[in-house]
């Protein structure tokens, strides 16, 4: 621990309490040297010859070497999605089916503890929220889709669905294991197979579930896993022989998959950035709300497409609101992801650091004011302070741009109207929150708002039942819930 970072630390910070380290034992995981890319239920070593590292962003330790594959390992990966699609998995008994999927997702409860550990250290990400929100969350997926296969016909009445065939499919950094999931868990339960590659800087899990799939003795080739950065991807969407993209990123990639497959006949679901509204009225239960706002932007370090990046706080309770919200943030504990008290972890990787960095900078060049508590930072690793903008208007880019780290930018609104608004100024529709006492007034902005997911006083909430997508630039497409299996099949 080293340097404190102070500025503008105008409200006094709480009492701080000493907190003993408590860190969660990091051997439970094996991590080997090298992973080889899992194609036709084998590693194998990439034709392209070609490897990089994964580091720990908290320590920027390097961990293991991952397979950046080529366009020919590509190839070979969806070859091997096909011949498992049109040899058995597309025919077995449904019911049969489901069985796969109950057996994942137990051994992902088994192994909780494991793939909880991985997750942070490859990505980042406190243990508390890896194990309490991405595991259990991610084990839900397979058993709430576990449960869909054998109904599909009953999801879909007089529909005649069937399996669409071979499902590529683009995951973030984020949530890795849990987008891992989101995608898998219906792909499989409507009787596709599977090419995933996992992002970059967070393959560890990914590559570990492929020990899950053969515990399972799930049948080769279903599920393949083929990692690598941008190009990797690109050769999957390229690709001759995938019948579905599945992508969840950047809105700027989104379009360039969105361009590429125009007119090829490929289904395709985006899933994309977010600017969300975090709406709260006068009437709300504050001390509440100020837990609804932090949990909104700073849990997984505001790398959450649907984060709460925008307050709009009803003017007559500005003060007290921003004072407690002060305080609150002042009592964050920012550090190693792999102790049980750490609320924020570390910036995913360098790059995401330097465009929250820019994006920051941007907000205080155009006149916002910065509020960052007094914070202790680890001299190792990609780290960024809590931080709030009040005094944003609406054009500035911290209002605009999806920041994708802990930053908030505060606005103000008077009435509903105007409250209703603000939060569609945006090019983005992912998700919003309200916080009031009143139902009339939630059903009545729901009404209103431009956005695939509200919540009312709370955020952040997510169950496999519930379909999540966007509207206008966060995309299309739901996953999750009966609505989630729609992408994965066809209809007569
Ligand atoms: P990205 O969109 O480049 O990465 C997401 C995935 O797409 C990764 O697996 C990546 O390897 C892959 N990819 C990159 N270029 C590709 C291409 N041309 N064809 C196919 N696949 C490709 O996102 P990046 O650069 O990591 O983050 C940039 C910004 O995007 C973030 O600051 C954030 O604002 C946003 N983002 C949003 C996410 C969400 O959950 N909606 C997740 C990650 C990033
Ligand atoms: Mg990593």
Known sequence: MAHVEKRQASVPAPLEWEYAPAPEARDIVQIRDRYGLFIGGEEVEPRSGEWFTSISPSSEEQLFEVAQAGKEDVGLAVSAARDAFVNGWSEIAPAERAKYLFRIARILQERSREFAVAESLDGGKPIRESRDVDLPLAAAHFFYYAGWADKLEYAFPQRDPKPVGVAAQIIPWNFPLLMLAWKIAPALACGNTVVLKPAETTPLTA?????????????????????????????????????????????????????????????????????????????????????????????????????????????????????????????????????????????????????????????????????????????????????????????????????????????TFRTPEEAVEKANNTAYGLSAGIWTEKGSRILWMVERMRAGVVWANTFNRFDPSSPFGGYKESGFGREGGRHGLEPYLTFE
């Open 207 to 411: 590559m570990l579930f492929t020990d899950v799939c053969r515990q399972a003795e799930l049948p080769p080739g279903v599920v393949n896993v083929v990692t690598g950065d941008g190009a990797t991807g690109a050769h999957l969407v390229k690709s001759e022989g995938i019948d579905k993209l599945a992508f969840t990123g950047s809105t700027e990639v989104g379009k360039l998959i969105q361009r590429e497959l125009a007119g090829t006949g490929v289904k395709l679901t985006l899933e994309l950035g977010g600017k969300a509204a975090n709406i709260v009225f006068d009437d709300a239960a504050l001390d509440q709300a100020v837990e609804g706002i932090v949990n909104g932007i700073y849990f997984n370090q505001g790398h959450v497409c649907c984060a709460g990046s925008r307050l709009l706080v009803q003017e007559s309770i500005y003060e007290p609101l921003i004072d407690k919200l002060k305080r609150r943030l002042s009592t964050l504990r920012v550090g190693d992801p792999l102790d049980k008290n750490t609320d924020v972890g570390a910036i995913n990787s360098k790059a995401q650091l330097e465009r929250i960095r820019e994006l920051v900078a941007s907000g205080e060049e155009e006149g916002a004011e910065i509020y960052q508590p007094p914070c202790r930072l680890p001299e190792r690793g990609y780290w960024f302070v809590p931080t709030l903008f009040t005094n944003v208007a609406q054009s500035y880019r911290i209002a605009q741009e999806e920041i994708f780290g802990p930053v908030l930018s505060v606005l």
